[in-house]
C-alpha cells in the first residue's frame, strides 16, 4: 500500500509578544495590512516598512485577545523592537522579545487536511477565515494554522520546552503506518521556495525592495489609511512605477554564490537586473529568483548572466516556475 508523503520542514523564526490596550493600533500605523480588525484568535500577515517603503521584516500576527504574539524572521527580533519602539511614543504599547523560546514546523503535501484532523482532532479547511486553533493537550499549548503561501500545507507552532512531547505525538507508530512523514532540510526547501517563487527575508525581502517588486500586494492595504511608507507604496501602485519585478531565471550554467548583487543580468550589453537565490532543481535545471528593471522587462528576448568569471546565457520567467 502506497502512504501518503508527508513532508515537514522546521522553519526558523524569533517570536514575539505584543500587550498594551494599543498593541493592534500601533503595529496597524507602523504596516502595510489592515490588522485593526483582527478578530480573537485570527492572525493575518503584515509587512513592517520604512519610510521609504522598504522591507523591515514580515509579521505574522496570532491575537490571543489580551495579547498578540506574532512571528519575525530569525534573527530578526531585536530589530523588529527597535523599529517598533521608534514610533512608541504615548501609546499603551510593549514588546517581549520571545526569541528561542518556539519552535514551528510546515507541513505540507499530500491531504494535510486529513493528517491535521488525525493528529489534533480538528478541520483545518472549516476554520473561520484566518482563523486558528489552540491545541492543548496535556496542557502544552500550540498553534495550528493554514500556510497560506504557494506551499499550502499548515504551520505548527509549540514550546521549545515541550519540543520532545511534542515529536513523539508527530512520528507516533500510529501516524507512521499512514504517512510517508519526510523531513525537508535547508537545501531541498530553498530549493522548493525558488520553484514556487516565495520571497526570503534577508535575500528578496531586504532594505533594497519593497512588498509590490516582491509579489506581496496580497499583504498590502490601499484602504486603511496611513502607516510608515504608505505615501510611497501607494504612489509605486497608483501610478505604476515599480522600479523592479522579482522573476524566475532559468541558467544554462551553474550559477556561482549569490551575494550583494554579484551575479547580474544582462540585456543587449546593459546591466538590468540581480540575481539573489539560486538552486539546482531536478525539474528545472540551474534556477533562481532576481530582479529586473522593469524597462528591460520582457519574457520574450533573451538574456544572460554575468558575474567574476562567470557568464552564461538564461531565460527569465513569471513565477512560479512551470
Given at each position: 500500500?502506497?502512504?501518503?508523503?508527508?513532508?515537514?520542514?522546521k522553519i526558523q523564526k524569533d517570536y514575539l509578544k505584543f500587550t498594551g490596550n494599543d498593541r493592534l493600533d500601533l503595529v496597524n500605523r507602523l504596516s502595510t495590512n489592515d490588522v485593526n480588525s483582527l478578530k480573537e484568535f485570527e492572525w493575518e500577515k503584515s509587512i513592517l516598512t520604512s519610510d521609504k517603503g522598504r522591507f523591515v521584516d514580515l509579521l505574522t500576527l496570532y491575537n490571543f485577545g489580551d495579547f498578540v504574539f506574532s512571528a519575525c524572521s530569525a534573527g530578526n527580533a531585536e530589530n523588529v523592537i527597535s523599529h517598533l519602539g521608534k514610533y512608541t511614543i504615548m501609546d499603551d504599547f510593549n514588546s517581549e522579545d520571545l526569541a528561542g523560546t518556539h519552535g514551528s514546523i510546515l507541513f505540507f503535501g499530500d491531504n494535510t487536511?486529513?493528517?491535521?484532523?488525525?493528529?489534533?482532532?480538528?478541520?483545518?479547511?472549516?476554520?473561520?477565515?484566518?482563523?486558528?486553533y489552540i491545541d492543548k493537550l496535556e496542557g502544552k499549548d500550540s498553534i495550528?494554522?493554514?500556510?497560506?503561501?504557494?506551499?499550502?500545507?499548515?504551520?505548527?507552532?509549540?514550546?521549545?520546552?515541550?519540543?520532545?512531547?511534542?515529536?513523539?505525538?508527530?512520528?507516533?507508530?500510529?501516524?507512521?503506518?499512514?504517512?510517508?512523514?519526510?523531513e525537508i532540510f535547508d537545501n531541498e526547501f530553498d530549493t522548493i521556495r525558488i520553484e514556487n517563487g516565495i520571497p526570503a527575508f534577508g535575500k528578496e525581502m531586504t532594505e533594497q525592495t519593497n512588498p509590490l517588486e516582491c509579489n506581496l500586494e496580497k499583504y498590502v492595504s490601499y484602504t486603511k489609511g496611513c502607516y510608515i511608507g504608505q505615501e510611497v507604496i501607494a504612489r509605486l501602485d497608483a501610478y505604476d512605477k515599480i522600479s523592479k519585478h522579482m522573476?524566475?531565471?532559468?541558467?544554462?550554467l551553474p550559477l556561482p554564490p549569490v551575494e550583494d548583487k554579484n551575479v547580474r543580468i544582462i540585456f543587449e550589453g546593459k546591466e538590468s537586473g540581480y540575481i539573489t537565490s539560486t538552486a539546482?532543481?531536478?525539474?528545472?535545471?540551474?534556477?533562481?529568483?532576481?530582479?529586473?528593471?522593469?524597462?528591460?522587462?520582457?519574457?520574450?528576448?533573451?538574456?544572460?548572466?554575468?558575474?567574476?568569471?562567470?557568464?552564461?546565457?538564461?531565460?527569465?520567467?513569471?513565477?512560479?516556475?512551470?
Open positions: 500500500m502506497r502512504l501518503t508523503v508527508l513532508n515537514f520542514y487536511a486529513d493528517f491535521a484532523n488525525r493528529m489534533f482532532g480538528i478541520d483545518i479547511n472549516a476554520l473561520p477565515g484566518n482563523g486558528f495550528i494554522a493554514i500556510n497560506d503561501d504557494a506551499l499550502r500545507g499548515f504551520i505548527f507552532i509549540y514550546a521549545k520546552e515541550d519540543e520532545t512531547f511534542q515529536f513523539k505525538r508527530i512520528f507516533s507508530e500510529e501516524l507512521k503506518t499512514k504517512y510517508d512523514i519526510r522573476i524566475g531565471i532559468i541558467s544554462d539546482v532543481s531536478k525539474k528545472f535545471g540551474n534556477i533562481g529568483l532576481g530582479f529586473i528593471r522593469t524597462v528591460f522587462l520582457d519574457f520574450g528576448k533573451n538574456y544572460s548572466l554575468k558575474a567574476d568569471s562567470f557568464e552564461s546565457k538564461c531565460k527569465i520567467i513569471k513565477l512560479p516556475f512551470k
